[in-house]
């Protein structure tokens, strides 16, 4: 009865342990001098409204069925939730909004020559908020509004790693060789990303001036997991920096999944006595 009771526990238990796999999430955030005063204060972060535009998608260099389940509607919804922890709400209207949120999601592309791999852009690739080639935005309301990504059109086939500010980091003056092996580390396979660009809508409307405002961008390794567990995750990691400068990166262990895991503490309530061991007695 014990080995069966065991077993049992065992059985129970195996679910939990796999949804409590653990998510190490990579993220970088960096926003404009003139938003952060506006943002930030003694009160908390400002009340903003937004409206969610979708930009890219990367679909990474294998193929994946968990990105095709996953829509941009399960995405951005799951994205707004985590977004009311920085007082960030969706606008009424389409139309209105303080901010206007292109959202870019996939999987990245992992260069398969090693002297590529671990070759660093001599320059931050963020550094420069100029929009180039931009994607083209299905929704007919913002198809006036020209295009709003900054990876530009050579970018639109695969993302990197060194994209999401990973490569970023290992740019900083006086990094010491522990970081730098850890942060080539996160370079080596396929992550899973979300990045959120935040521009002013209110002067996109008014004078069609695109002005980027910040730039929020999570990752994920891909490795063990699928995107319909990883996404919201991302989301979950990502809550506290959203608009945020981060003075250089932030790393978030969660869970992947939806939900929480909270497993307490295993009681004995009772153990029911078969034929045999009322006999005995």
Known sequence: MRSIAAIAISSMLAPLSEAAKTARVFIDSEASVGYNDYKESDAG???????????NFYGGDISDRSLQVVTFEDVVGTIADSMKQRNYYPSASPSEGD????????????????????LIDPDDPYGDQGID?????????????????????????????????????????NIN?????????????????????A???KKLRTTQEKELLWTTRFSVPSIGTNFEDAYPALARAASSHYGTS????????????????DIGTLETIGVEETEDSKKRK
């Open 133 to 173: 080639e931009d994607p083209v935005i299905n929704d007919q309301l913002y198809r006036d509004l020209g295009r709003l990504s900054e990876f530009g059109y050579e970018n639109q086939a695969g993302m990197t790693n060194k994209k999401l500010g990973i490569g970023r980091a290992l740019n900083r003056k």
């Open 45 to 55: 972060a400002q009340y903003e409204t937004y409206v969610f535009i979708k930009g």
């Open 99 to 118: 901010l206007l949120i292109v959202v870019h999601y996939g999987s990245t592309s992992v260069p398969q020559n090693l002297q590529d791999l671990f």
């Open 177 to 197: 060789r522990t970081e730098e092996f850890d942060l080539r580390v996160e370079l080596e396979d396929e992550r899973y990303f979300i990045i959120l660009m």
């Open 199 to 201: 521009y002013d809508y």
């Open 246 to 261: 981060l003075e250089k990166y932030a790393k978030t262990n969660t869970h992947f999944g939806t939900g929480s895991i």
